[in-house]
């Protein structure tokens, strides 16, 4: 095990991930007390245990980070960084529910060791909102109501994400295709393909793919979803996408 | 019929939090990470039906990092809702008196999968190591795996009574149900038809994995556990922990599905909450997939002998079941057979024998006995129709049921409407043909099923607090299974308050700060707690109209645990599935071109998560007809298939467009008219299916999963 490598402390972390906790200064308030899982974790390898010592940068953040060579990605992710956000859903690559972004393109986090992911770029459903507002793909997703449990929605999120990055305009099929690997038992898929084929159509999206970024106000978008929750009369119900 | 338009009710309407769900931000219970928490694994049984000769924890505890171990020599804690006689898993009472207790470790072992020792250590790396350090002395004992086998004399016993479960008395007796006399009926009968269908074991595979963290301070536990009823699990907690229930605090906020299978307390939360206390540390426990896959329940397989009489105009004259369920070797449900009660037919007689196997143990999963009995009753019927040369439709309009019983009168009846409606959207007379008239390899057909499910008024419990500032905050025991009951629960506030939606603020998902809840299983929690909240906003609008509105640190507190009846009308939701598919009769492939959902359940009080409901049950059911399995090894008794690959849940890819219809109706009972709407989409969409594929290929499919072999294997 490399000490000298092992040079990330707490507030390092803290400092270093703010990018990845910016979502919570625009999210409203989660009903109740503070949980226990809003705190940070940190915990770090165990002596005597094969370890690397390994850098990557985490929702726009870079890390430097001594990891036990056993650790999942998803591990890391859950356990040493607080990403919650990412799911387990199966632990063996059959499920989705961990699928996270690396190097831009869909990825089980389950099935890829922590150390694999060094000098790499994640990017996990946390770091899916920019500037304060939501991805359209979020914003999709709560309109055509996908999340049922939501226990699925990160990775059906991610693997989404990765594809309208490579494919801005893709047929139903093709979202069907690209998201076939992200298992929602609640078996909402009617509502996710509407979702994705709703957020391919805003032109925000193909904005975002060429790394323009709008100046639109983060508030207002917030706002705008409260406003939904209060008397929506617009979302559909029915049919949709295919 | 149309009912008044309402300012919130019956909107559709963005969950109130949807927001968190699509951020990462929602808390699950595995998310949950407490300061100096420790990390806990159970070890299972590798046999179907052993006796424990001896465990040797020693290597375990010498492992550094773990704490202690637990097996069924220094634990002795019964799980009460782990075994139930009759099946009456919410009588209390009977889990007292139930004669079959399962202990949290039980020896004789009697399923591949069951729990032979806990680990705890500081991380789940050491505690998964330190499982492979136990060794188990197993002395195996022949196993039986199918229900009609085990009662077989030559078939071990699993229990000193037997293999016929023990009823609610402790007598190994079958469930019976009566009307008319069958035998006179089958002698006055035209035609007389006779046939076997059979379902199998699945998955509720609900995305989380069954997880939950205890923690004690002083002599008072807090569970951090995904359950679909914090109220009984409490309750489950503190009667089999021995202490008074208001020593335990269920904290449930957000949980990944269940359908059934976290309902009540879990031998995991035992495990959990006796390693904490053991430990005097927070412990997590998780299940890997697998483990939950054969450590928690799924839907009982049955084997269903039908025997239906006719008179020549096609009117049932008398209708026959006998069917064996295979609830593993614990009973944790009813093991019924449902489906008899939605014909009408003077002579009905139903014997259903609940019988223990060495399998996964069997509970509830979305409408615990309703998709496989609905599937082999309506296979059935079709099959009728089909030698009685009757277009199915005209089938089920003469025969289906118009009273309950053909005794009780429903609250409202709307299952003509829900099937005519269903034939017309569908295009019924277009699609549907002689069985097996297509020619070609792929061929097409359409088939059609139809429902009632139970929707009861019951017991539960809401209290509304109105501060000064305006705000309203609704306090109720639910846990948002996934569902929406949050919203619902919401938007039912926000409509008796007549407030906006964004005034109302909901506390729920913990003991300590929500009133009792029925909890989120059988359909009920719209209908029950529902009901609560309105009978709570009544109060509060008494209140505010004697007192006025609160001012400064005044508060207005109205509460409610209203217990209403239908009086003495039976009340159900109707629906009717129409299904067209394709079959491949080369490939054995069936693809479903278009699905017609039609469904009555009262008043919608959100469109928009109600659409999300039938469509998940209806692709759920699909995902059982065609290709679901838990799969065993007769000879290891061992699961094959435990996972999502290896039971073939339903892809993106698999999962056809539902059309939803809902017809509207209000029978005066329920919050606004509102009827029960989670199970609703699955009962009889196997069946529905199953008819189309019939139509497709004029081959009677009569064992569950159709799978592709077995398409080929009729074929040939």
Redesign the interface.
Known sequence: MSKRKHDISRRQFLEGSGAAFAVATVAPALAGPLSAADLPVTEGVSPGVPSTAIRLVVNGAEHRIEVEDRWTLAELLRDHFGLTGTKIGCDRGECGACTVLLDGKPVYSCSNLAVWADGREVQTVEGLAHDGHLDPLQQAFIEHDGPQCGFCTSGQLMSAKGLLTRNPHPSPHEVQAAMTGNICRCSNYNHYVEAVMAASKNPKTSKRASGHSTASNAAAEVSATKRRRGASTSASTEGGAR | MSLITR??VG??????D???????????S?????PGMLYARILRSSHAHANIRQIDVSGALALP?VKTVLTHENCTVVWGSGSVSGGRQYIDEIKKTTRQKRYVFNNPVRFFGEPVAAVVA??R??AEEALRLITVEYETLPHVLDQEDALRPESVKIWPDGNISLNAKNEAEPEVYRRGNVEEGFRTSEQVFEDRYTTTYVH??????RVCVASWEGDKLTLYTPTQGTSNCRHDMARDLGIPDEKVRVIC?????G?GNKNQNQDADLIAAMLAKEVGAPVKLEL??KEDFIGVHGRWPTTQYYKVGVNRDGVLQALQLRGYSGMGPYRKNSGAIGGVELYQCPNVESVVYPVYTNRAVSGNYRAPEFPQGFFGIQSMMDDVAYKMKMDPVEFVLKNMTRKSNDDVPYSNYTLEDCIRRGAEAFEWKKRWHAPGADTGPIKRGAGMSFMTIRSPLGQSSAVIRLDSNGRYTVFVGVTD????AKTTMSMIAAEELDV???SI????G?TD?CPFSVGESGSRTTDMTGGAVIEAARDLKKQIAEKGLPKGENALIASASPNPTSDGKVRKAFGAHFVEVEVDTELGRVRVLKYVAVHDSGRIIN???????I???A??GI?MALHEDLFYDRRSGQPLTA???GAR?????D?P?????FIESDDGYGPFGAKCIGEAGIVHAVAGVGNAIFNAIGHRMKDLPISRDRILGVLA
Do not use: C
Not at chain 2, 253 to 257: L, N, Q, S, T
Not at chain 2, 657 to 661: D, Y
């Open positions: 300012k919130t909107h559709p309407t963005p969950r109130i949807a927001l968190e769900r699509v951020t990462g931000k929602a808390t699950y595995g998310d949950v990470h407490l990092g500081t991380n790396h050491i509720n595979a609900q995305m989380e994995p906020k957000y949980m990944g599905g359908f890997t997939r299974i996934g569902a929406g906006p939606l964004s603020d909901l506390v729920w913990d700060r469109p928009l998560t109600a659409a999300s409901q469509k998940g049950g692709t759920q995902g996972g999502y690959y849940v339903m892809t993106h890819l999962a467009e539902i059309e939803v219809i």
